[in-house]
């Protein structure tokens, strides 16, 4: 059964950093795209950060591009989002998502993946 667990969520000022966990249990990250998404409150869930199965091709949405990092640890089975430079914008509830056939710059689209986690609040506020 797959499943997804994030952590390291909470209330950051403006420039701070957070680094989100999303553990994996039920299967094999090789084997599945991961992405980062986010939905802040009366907004569309929009994709953040993904990275493909096959070539572990990273991908961004503009508005995070060379602030956040997403990286993967397959000994732990976890993936990470690295946010860097926050700003008040970048407040929502982040989930991270595992899908096994969605790939290459697809992996942004939320609509493809099967499998969610529960979700981590982020706050940017001074």
């Known amino acids: 059964q797959v499943q997804l667990v994030e952590s390291g969520g909470g209330l950051v000022q403006p420039g701070g950093s957070l680094r989100l966990s999303c553990a994996a249990s039920?299967?094999?990250?090789?084997?599945?795209?991961i992405g980062w998404f986010r939905q802040a409150p009366g907004k569309e869930r929009e994709g953040v950060s993904c990275?493909?199965?096959?070539?572990?091709?990273?991908y961004y949405t503009d508005s995070v591009k060379g602030r956040f990092t997403i990286s993967r640890d397959n000994a732990k089975n976890t993936v990470y989002l690295q946010m860097n430079s926050l700003k008040p914008e970048d407040t929502a509830d982040y989930y991270c998502?595992?899908?096994?056939?969605?790939?290459?710059?697809?992996?942004?689209?939320?609509?493809?993946?099967?499998?969610w986690g529960q979700g981590t609040q982020v706050t940017v506020s001074s």
């Open positions: 998502a595992a899908d096994r056939w969605t790939v290459g710059a697809s992996c942004l689209k939320s609509r493809l993946y099967d499998h």
């Open positions: 039920g299967f094999t990250l090789d084997d599945y795209a």
């Open positions: 990275i493909s199965k096959s070539d572990r091709t990273t």
